[in-house]
């Protein structure tokens, strides 16, 4: 079987149809009764929350966009190629409220001080779409590595200095940060702002010129919320390498960020007064789990923090959540989560989920690839890249709008289950057990049948399995708790069958046993790296600049034994059906679709077949009931078994040698 085809198996439910039937969906309730043109509800913050106009808590849930609405269609420019008119909907259907919209500097102002209008039209057009669906935008001033003249993308040529110093096309990204003198000179002379030729200006000036431009642009647009001020600044030549016992330097915070954030917040809050200012620490805290000691933008009624939290390891991300929370509680700042995921593997997805919801912290996802490719299958370029579930693992349940203060958010993916829990005491200490709603996204991906409902100290207020579960607090309710159940079951969200080599993403590595084990075995080192922070957006490869175990010759080793591997999925056979095929007869080959389910799982070569194609089949906690059941007989009760993966699945079992 080719490979592409071991990826088949986990095309689940949520296919084009479903998806188009999300398209007529509501979407999170803020929204749901805007039409195009209209305004949302303008954000403010109490501590670390984000408030409605009501004063209700406002989590967000989204994720990271960069296609833009031009004038001239898809075929305007590289950006605008992935730009559909439906997909904000398709995304607000979905259950989201909320993008990051990526804008470059070298895009808006391509010349010192020339705001580039039509640029400008086209954020415009891009942030109404949006607007339209019902959905907040969050506008990321956005640099990789500084910008294209030493980097990847960012800041324009005529904004960058490097002190002689060229681009090294060889050093892959993000180790230019570390390796490459061309993006670190260009980082010095930004915090030193440096003059720009022809001005009177230095380039940190035109810079926040820039950020100003926009924010005037949208000053009275209540769906752009917030502004981030620059996505993973970086500290240059000093602090530079990616080792937490050396990249931890509170000083350089206080003498780059502090006055370079201070500049920004007087000229932001003079072009957008009740626009959010997002500010974010050196990028290496999140990737290392530094301590945040971010300074603010000193503007307290607008102040933001954003941050990133791409640690492969629990380990990292706790700290790294830890942190920023208790900085944000004590800076008094909104705090949004604007980048995390990157991975195709949605049980890890719904792991680190849980980590946010466990703080009760909004989110905006970076998805492995276009997050506009998560909701529209016409985007995609690879059909069989597990998507369908890594929507899933991003559209989860969650509380929209909080009559009051949350204090609790579990839920189950796999099973379905809901708990919400929150006390009618608002952040600003006033009490709101007054009639105002609490509004649960209840998306239609993790519930496509619907839902049952009950509340504690309060009463259930929407209609049956709408898509936004609304709640009344009963009058002198202090605190209420929410659980919903999901009706119907769901295959389990487990991590796709991959081609493993070491040019494959560290984390990817590390997070499938049999890889791990291949690396303890010949880089135990490689797991105590300092580096190992870097691991979802580096190679193990690649990591040969910061281990000198990584010899080419361990490497090949390591990439024939990765090649052997049989590609796997996560995934746990019921206690009740692992015992009732201990003692199952071996059947008599050749096997066929009109074999009973537990023949085809005692034969070995037969569970691997079916365990590629029906994980959801094999890993359901009611596995044991159908085990006497012929696997044609279960496509009547199994959407994802259709006629054309019934064949293949007996064009396989039929091949397996007597």
Not at 101 to 117: E, F, T, Y
Not at 493 to 498: E, M, Q, R, S, T
Not at 626 to 655: G, H, Y
Request: hydrophobic share 40%; glycine share 6%; proline share 8%.
């Amino acid at each position: 079987m080719r490979p592409r085809d071991f990826l088949r198996f986990m095309r689940v439910s949520l296919s084009c149809m479903v998806i188009a039937a999300l398209f007529a969906a509501c979407g999170p309730s803020l929204a749901a009764t805007k039409s195009t043109g209209s305004t949302l509800p303008r954000l403010s913050h109490a501590k670390q929350w984000l408030l409605d106009e009501q004063g209700r808590v406002v989590m967000m849930r989204g994720g990271n966009v960069a296609a833009l609405n031009e004038e001239g269609g898809p075929a305007a420019s590289p950006r605008a190629r992935l730009w559909r008119n439906e997909t904000p909907r398709l995304i607000a259907a979905a259950g989201f409220n909320g993008v990051r919209l990526v804008v470059h500097l070298s895009d808006l102002m391509p010349a010192p001080g020339r705001i580039d209008k039509a640029h400008l039209r086209t954020i415009a057009r891009t942030v109404a779409a949006y607007r339209a669906a019902g959905m907040y935008t969050l506008l990321d001033f956005h640099q990789d590595e500084y910008g294209p003249a030493v980097g990847v993308r960012g800041l324009p040529q005529w904004a960058t200095f490097a002190d002689g110093h060229t681009r090294n096309r060889h050093v892959s990204f993000p180790n230019g940060y570390f390796k490459e003198p061309a993006v670190q000179r260009a980082f010095d002379n930004f915090w030193a702002n440096h003059p720009v030729p022809g001005t009177k200006k230095g380039v940190q000036d035109h810079y926040i010129a820039g950020l100003a431009a926009a924010a005037a642009e949208f000053a009275n647009d209540t769906a752009v919320f917030g502004i981030d001020v620059m996505n993973e600044p970086a500290t240059g030549t000093p602090c530079s390498q990616p080792d937490p016992a050396s990249a931890n330097c509170p000083e350089l915070e206080q003498r780059l960020l502090q006055p370079f954030y201070e500049k920004t917040g007087q000229a932001l809050a003079k072009a957008a007064p009740q626009m959010l200012i997002f500010v974010e620490p050196f990028m290496l805290q999140g990737a290392l789990g530094i301590p945040i000691a971010t300074p603010t933008p000193g503007v307290l009624r607008l102040n933001g923090l954003s941050y990133h939290n791409y640690g492969p390891m629990k380990e990292f991300r706790d700290r790294t959540n830890d942190s920023a929370l208790a900085h944000a509680i004590a800076t008094d700042s909104a705090l949004l989560n604007t980048e995390w995921g990157f991975t195709n593997d949605p049980a890890e997805l719904s792991r680190q989920a849980q980590d946010f919801d466990d703080r009760l912290i909004s989110w905006l996802g970076w998805a492995r690839g276009p997050f506009e490719e998560l909701v529209n299958p016409e985007l995609r370029s690879h059909p069989d890249d597990n998507l369908d579930s890594v929507l899933r693992a991003y559209a989860r349940p969650y509380p929209s709008a909080t009559a009051g203060s949350p204090t609790k958010l579990k839920f189950n993916p796999d099973e379905g289950t809901l708990e919400f829990a929150y006390s009618t005491v608002s952040p600003l200490g006033v009490s709101m057990a007054d009639g105002l709603r609490t509004e649960i996204v209840m998306s239609r991906v993790s519930f496509p049948q619907g839902y049952t409902a009950s509340v504690e100290n309060g009463r259930v207020v929407s209609a049956a399995n709408a898509p936004v579960l609304a709640v009344a607090a009963d009058k002198d309710a202090t605190a209420v708790t929410v659980r919903a159940v999901r009706i119907g079951k769901l295959p389990p969200l487990l991590a796709p069958p991959a081609s493993l080599s070491t040019r494959s993403v560290l984390s990817d590595l590390l997070r499938n046993p049999q890889s791990e084990a291949v690396l303890r075995r010949h880089l135990p080192s490689i797991l105590q790296s300092p580096q190992v922070g870097l691991s979802t957006q580096t190679s193990l490869r690649a990591m040969q600049a910061y281990d000198s175990s990584l010899s080419d010759a361990v490497l090949d080793r390591v990439d024939q034994e990765l090649a052997a591997l049989a590609p796997t999925v996560g995934g746990k056979i019921s206690a009740a059906a692992e015992q009732a095929l201990r003692d199952w007869p071996r059947p008599k080959r050749p096997l066929s679709v009109d074999h009973k389910i537990g023949d085809l799982l005692a034969d070995p070569e037969g569970r691997l077949v079916i365990e590629r194609w029906l994980p959801e089949l094999v890993f359901s906690d009611q596995l044991s009931y159908a085990l006497d059941r012929t696997l044609r007989s279960v496509q009547s009760f199994m959407p994802t078994l259709t006629a054309d993966k019934l064949a293949r699945i007996n064009t396989e079992l039929e091949s397996i040698q007597p």
